[in-house]
């Protein structure tokens, strides 16, 4: 493995940017330079621990380009991780919907992406792990659940439960159009697979209980998705899910909080000014602490945007703004060998032209793994 110093920049460590140089050896970061390391000069850059996503489905757009049409599962992946690369991400999390609709988000759909992510193992060099997202209603699939949680395919489980809101939005043609063109299926028949899942309603609690414990006995972290109420976060808690994501009221995310949990939003949200859906925006509740967690959801480079656009706005410096996407996703997660320059640390840093918000080089477990054409440049035998 090679070794690298990257001097001349300003380097962000003990929650600090100070000018310094850091050092990778044998895939970690290091006190000292390690034997025969190449040099990258980071002269005017920024060298920033690498980026946490620990929510995102963009990955979806490369198995689905467009609606219905496929494309095969080790391109999707290889043109995933190659932008998630150019995007700073070192370690992702990709979120898998696991749902009773036909298609995109189907079973067999789930079962192409686990097969081809072991089967990339090999090549691949950002940490790509998988967010089940486990639809409530998508009991015929639990077993399978359970089964690759017990395996190890899974590093982390939410629990969605979107069915009751996508039959209401079926009532109108232009909402429809987006679930029946991702299933492939048309409008009555979508309808029939989501009126059958739901009847089956009463099954719920206690697939999500089977489902918490398959979790907790993996050691895996838990997260809920959309709650809408206190009690919601209640009964998640009582489950173990510790990681309170994209909450739709403001309490809710107080609640989680006060009980000492991470707080997930979307780094789109921050970028665009506003939530997509209408929902609280995120930079004034990650300034007051709210929201600990900023995730990539749909738009992979909106993760290195945020902290710079946070940072502007004046209420938190950078540094405190990058712990939104390094130090607390990878805390959050469970991952306490990552997230921030500390020497014996896994060897994951970005390196970042501060004025163009854009990454030149990203290293994962000490590797170059991306590096732009300044990069290049900037090489040193």
Avoid at 88 to 104: D, R, Y
Avoid at 111 to 135: G, M, Q, S
Wanted: with cysteine; glycine share 10%; charged share 25%.
């Amino acid at each position: 493995m090679t070794n690298w110093t990257i001097t001349g920049g300003t380097v962000l460590r003990d929650n600090a940017l100070r000018p310094g140089e850091l050092h990778l050896a044998e895939g970690r970061i290091a006190h000292e330079a390690g034997r025969g390391a190449r040099l990258l000069r980071a002269d005017g850059l920024l060298v920033l621990p690498g980026i946490v996503d620990i929510h995102g489905d963009a990955h979806e757009r490369q198995f689905q380009p467009r609606p219905g049409i496929g494309m095969p599962a080790t391109l999707a992946l290889r043109d995933s991780e190659a932008q998630m690369l150019a995007a700073g991400i070192t370690t992702a999390f990709l979120g898998v919907t696991l749902s009773w609709e036909p298609g995109l988000r189907s079973i067999e759909a789930w079962r192409t992406l686990l097969a081809a992510l072991e089967a990339a193992r090999p090549w691949l060099t950002a940490d790509l792990r998988v967010h089940l997202r486990f639809e409530a209603d998508n009991l015929d699939a639990l077993d399978e659940a359970l089964a690759d949680i017990a395996a190890g395919r899974v590093h982390l489980v939410a629990f969605n439960d979107h069915t009751p809101s996508i039959l209401r939005k079926l009532g109108s043609e232009f909402a429809a159009a987006k679930y029946v063109e991702r299933a492939g299926v048309d409008t009555a028949r979508y309808r029939a697979l989501a009126e059958a899942a739901l009847a089956r309603r009463d099954e719920v609690p206690a697939a999500r209980k089977r489902l918490a414990a398959a979790a907790r006995a993996a050691g895996l972290p838990m997260a809920s998705h959309d709650e809408a109420s206190l009690a919601d976060r209640e009964a998640f808690r009582a489950l173990g899910a510790a990681i309170c994501e994209f909450p739709m009221a403001e309490s809710v995310a107080l609640a989680a909080r006060e009980a000492g949990e991470a707080v997930v939003m979307g780094a789109p949200n921050v970028v665009r000014g506003g939530s997509h859906l209408g929902w609280a925006s995120a930079a004034p509740l990650a300034e007051r602490g709210v929201v600990t967690v900023l995730a990539s959801d749909y738009v992979w480079p909106a993760l290195l945007e945020a902290p710079f656009i946070l940072a502007a706005r004046g209420r938190l410096g950078l540094a405190e703004a990058w712990a939104l996407v390094s130090a607390n996703p990878a805390r959050a997660a469970g991952l306490g060998d990552r997230g921030a320059l500390e020497p014996g640390l896994r060897g994951d840093a970005i390196v970042v032209d501060p004025g163009r918000r854009a990454p030149v080089a990203s290293f994962c477990a000490g590797r170059l793994a991306w590096i732009s054409a300044e990069g290049v440049a900037r090489l040193e035998a």
